[in-house]
């Protein structure tokens, strides 16, 4: 059989993942809400519970009383917390995933250092 990465789907928790995510968002969300922010959006429709927000952490609800946290990853506070709307954080994720992403290399010769550094200016 055939295979074709595009059959994959991303992992939660990904950049790549939450830009499928907002792919199918509309409207507005409103960032001070800790437990109706866009990520606490993200992680209810991943089937969390009892989810509060903070710009460093995810607080959620899985068995008894208390909260259980993870960390959240990187950048998701910062395309957050600079847009209201769902279409404005779509954009700052995919911006980001461009400026983070590693340039292309040819595999038939090495790298020079000083391409590595006009990569990282």
């Not at 055939?2 to 499928?20: C, F, G, V």
């Not at 409103?30 to 509060?52: D, H, P, R, W």
Request: proline residues 7%; charged residues 20%.
């Amino acid at each position: 059989m055939l295979y074709n990465p595009k059959w994959q789907a991303p992992k939660p928790w990904t950049l790549d993942h939450l830009i499928q995510w907002l792919e199918t968002k509309e409207g507005h969300y409103a960032y001070t809400s800790n437990g109706n922010c866009m990520i606490a959006q993200y992680a209810k429709e991943l089937g969390y519970k009892g989810v509060f927000v903070t710009r460093e952490r995810l607080y959620y609800r899985a068995f008894g009383l208390f909260p259980i946290w993870k960390s959240l990853p990187r950048y998701f506070d910062s395309i957050a917390s600079r847009n209201y709307t769902f279409k404005e954080a779509l954009e700052m994720a995919k911006a980001i995933r461009t400026s983070v992403s590693p340039a292309p290399q040819s595999q038939d010769r090495p790298v020079a250092s000083s391409e590595i550094l006009e990569r990282t200016a």
